[in-house]
């Protein structure tokens, strides 16, 4: 049995950060995990491009703006979508998720998902570098790991 998996060397690989504006006191630490991460398995800062956007909502256009110009080898999706008194909540997380899902199946590139969908602020903080580590780092590792990954197969 041949086993194919990628691994955690980012190497000469291109990464688009897109990232929302909004709540950008929590998003600015994610959007410094997956750097950070990317940098310390290998990356070159000057591989990492930053796509800012106002939210979570208009984060599938971007992405798909940003997958169409087949310059990236992934794109990291970082965002903080807390919840509040109405049902906005959803609509926004769910459309996000939804769209970005969506662009990653079509297009095939490695797509990975750090946008946070918590119910309060203290959440959002333990998520972006306290407690619960900072999911950004973790996208910047799955994505790196998903590059390698695809290339692995491609080389099978």
Known sequence: MNTIEGNLVAGNAKFALVAGRFNDFIVNNLVEGAIDTIVRHGGNRD???LI???????????VKK?????KYDAIICLGAVIRGGTPHFEFVAGECVKGIATIATQT???ITFGVLTVD????????????AGNKGGEAAAAAI?????????DAA
């Open 47 to 49: 591989n990492i491009d």
């Open 52 to 62: 800012k956007v106002p939210g979570a909502y208009e984060m599938p256009v971007a």
């Open 145 to 153: 790991e998903m590059v390698n990954l695809l290339n692995a197969i």
């Open 66 to 70: 940003v997958a169409s110009l087949e």
């Open 108 to 110: 095939g590139l490695p």
């Open 120 to 131: 309060t602020i203290e959440q959002a903080i333990e998520r972006a570098g306290t407690k």
